[in-house]
């Protein structure tokens, strides 16, 4: 079974600029979450949909990040413009419902805003 | 927020010995689960405990929750250096109608050969 597909691996951006990460979660998975791991701490919860509806976006600093799922599938995270604080490794996680199951996650996408 | 709060912070241990990590947490949960991540790589579940239960076994692994004093503990048995990683404690929230899956610091596990 494939896992969680993210890209890019790295992405090195100057501050105020603008970026997007992109995950392809398991197939069959309705759950999709990103989450935000800075050094040295645990993931922290971003967005969280169900299929493509939004059922917890509270952690999301929506002034400068947004997020889509079109199609219930796919999913991009946006950060325009970019600070130095959202310097961290972004986690796209999927699981099969949202109730009780284990979420898969994938290799992260690592940003360094300079 | 985080939930959960895992101790110690960093353990580090020869290979052989056992490892115990705990995770206290603050509001009533659906579940908890423990988590492995490898330096550079994403998280990788390992166990699941759901409320109503009080231990679980899987390999070398064994997780124990006390929903009275709202703590967890994780026992890895005849660590080996290949359990080098850090481990996480997430717990899914009691009462809501989503689940959201909360993460906390972790415990960075050293594993010497």
């Known amino acids: 079974e494939a896992g969680v597909a993210q890209s890019p691996r790295y992405k090195i951006i100057e501050k105020r600029q603008s970026v997007a990460f992109w995950c392809n979660p398991i197939s069959g998975h309705a759950t999709l979450y990103w989450y935000q791991q800075i050094l040295g701490q645990g993931p922290k919860l971003l967005i969280q949909?169900?299929?493509?509806?939004?059922?917890?976006d509270s952690q999301l600093p929506k002034d400068r990040f947004s997020a889509e799922r079109l199609k219930g599938v796919d999913s991009t995270l946006k950060i325009q413009p970019a600070k130095l604080e959202d310097s961290a490794v972004y986690l796209c996680?999927?699981?099969?419902?949202?109730?009780?199951?284990?979420?898969?996650f994938g290799s992260g996408t690592q940003l360094s805003v300079l | 927020s985080q939930q959960g709060e895992e101790d110690p912070q960093a353990l580090s241990i020869q290979e052989g010995e056992n490892a115990t990590m705990n995770c206290s947490y603050k509001t009533s949960i659906n579940n908890l689960q423990w988590y492995r991540q490898n330096s550079g790589r994403g998280l990788v579940h390992l166990i699941l405990i759901r409320s109503n239960e009080r231990e679980k076994h899987s390999g070398r692994l064994r997780v124990t929750l006390d929903t009275s004093k709202k703590s967890s503990s994780l026992l890895i048995t005849a660590s080996r250096a290949a359990d080098t990683a850090s481990y996480f404690c997430?717990?899914?929230?009691?009462?809501?109608?989503?689940?959201?899956?909360?993460f906390g610091q972790g415990t960075i596990l050293t594993v010497h050969p």
């Open positions: 949909f169900q299929n493509n509806g939004v059922v917890d």
């Open positions: 997430a717990t899914r929230q009691g009462g809501t109608s989503y689940g959201k899956l909360t």
């Open positions: 996680a999927s699981s099969f419902g949202w109730r009780n199951e284990k979420l898969f």
